[in-house]
């Protein structure tokens, strides 16, 4: 298993990124559950959304309305599309899988709201 990430950077307050995470170790498993992460400096890692194989996708109350998940067919790919991002939003990101039994996270992508 290996989540790689993909988007995030500098973004401008309002703005709308994409992050990105698929496994790129193995196509003979499938994650039974997918989501994202976000670590703040200084907070403990919470979740903003996951999605387990034919079950709704969980939001944090946070990010209700402003993210969505989207896993396609349940292949190990995910994305994660912000919208009207502030300050607040600032965090390395964590991409999260689970097969087995075990979880898996990715490296973290960092993702900095500012002008």
């Known amino acids: 298993v290996q989540l790689v990430e993909s988007g995030g950077g500098l973004v401008q307050p309002g703005g709308s990124p994409t992050l990105s995470c698929r496994d790129s170790g193995s196509f003979l498993h499938r994650h039974h559950v997918m989501g994202w992460y976000r670590q703040a400096p200084g907070k403990q890692r919470e979740l903003d959304a996951s999605c387990a194989l034919g079950e709704n996708i969980n939001y944090a109350d946070s990010v209700k309305g402003r993210s969505t998940l989207s896993r396609q067919n349940g292949d190990n790919v995910i994305k994660l599309q912000m919208t009207s991002l502030t300050p607040e939003d600032t965090a390395v990101y964590y991409c999260?899988?689970?097969?087995?039994?075990?979880?898996?996270w990715g490296q973290g992508i960092q993702v900095t709201v500012a002008s």
């Open positions: 999260h899988g689970k097969w087995a039994g075990r979880n898996y």
